[in-house]
């Protein structure tokens, strides 16, 4: 009454040939992100750092008054505060940050002491917290633009309420992620928060002039130019109708390329990894 059933009939309409291959590709994905990535040419990110670094402090120190990455300086106001607390509001500002940096020191190194510190996926998950808590920050500003004096541009306000004290806190607890990057990858020099004693590093080098075969000559020297170049941005950003929070917006754009780079970063060479 009824045909016989071919071989080709039996044949299932959608094949799952995919499967393995999409097994292949996630198991590929995961390997990938679990090599520890190469030192070679890491500086390079280091030294982009430093350009984010005066980004953020330019922008700070022009609306809120305090820094946000580089702590010598909120130490310092921070002692004139406590020596005087009534003139400003500024140590409040500045300790708010010295205690989020400090916090954030704690948790970036142990997170990657808890892991391979050099793994990619640990240094990806490292700069997608700094973007995100850096957006945080901007978004928490753009929030409260309209209600609020704390970001107004070309301005020092001396308001130390919860509009500004919470970003300062988030950005300054992301700033030291990089910091820790720089210790996982063994550039000790290249911090990316401080200039001080690269600067007596650079200039007490007694190669300084050599032509070539400097590579820490040519760290110590482009670390300070990218950060003036971050702070001539942050400037800006400070003094137009941006104001801090277009700098913290730019920052955390960058933070997440940093990630992307990460990604895409080569990994490292049995030798190294030992």
């Known amino acids: 009454m009824f045909s016989n059933t071919s071989a080709g009939e039996v044949t299932p309409l959608l094949s799952t040939s995919h499967r393995p291959r999409a097994r292949s ?3 590929r994905w995961h390997k990938h992100l679990r090599v520890d990535v190469s030192r070679d040419w890491a500086d390079c990110i280091l030294v982009f750092c430093y350009l984010i670094t005066g980004l953020l402090d330019s922008a700070s120190i022009s609306v809120w008054g305090s820094f946000v990455s580089m702590q ?3 130490t310092v106001y921070l002692g004139l505060g406590l020596a005087s607390p009534s003139a400003s509001t500024r140590w409040i500002k500045s300790g708010t940050s010295l205690v989020a940096f400090c916090v954030g020191s704690f948790l970036f190194s142990r997170f990657h002491r808890c892991f391979s510190p ?3 996926w640990v240094l990806a998950a490292s700069f997608a917290t700094q973007a995100a808590l850096t957006a945080a920050a901007a978004a928490s500003i753009t ?3 309209t209600t609020s004096a ?3 541009p070309g301005r020092e306000n001396n308001d130390a309420g919860w509009r500004v004290l919470v970003p300062i806190a988030l950005v300054a607890l992301q700033s030291c ?3 820790v990057v720089s210790r ?3 550039y000790n020099g290249l911090p990316s928060v401080v200039l001080t004693s690269l600067y007596c590093d650079l200039f007490s080098d007694a190669d300084l002039f050599a032509l070539r075969n400097n590579v820490e000559r040519n760290q110590r020297a482009a670390a300070p130019l990218s950060l003036l170049l971050g702070a001539f941005i942050g400037g800006k950003f400070a003094r137009s109708s941006l104001g801090v929070a277009g700098a913290l917006w730019a920052a955390s754009a960058l933070k997440a390329a940093l990630v992307l ?3 895409a970063w080569p990994a490292a060479v049995a030798e190294e990894a030992l």
């Open 72 to 74: 010598t300086g909120n």
């Open 143 to 145: 929030a409260t633009t």
């Open 177 to 179: 992620g990089q910091a």
């Open 150 to 152: 704390a970001t107004r």
């Open 261 to 263: 780079v990460w990604l």
């Open 184 to 186: 996982v990858l063994r």
């Open 118 to 120: 050099k793994r990619r």
């Open 25 to 27: 590709l996630l198991s």
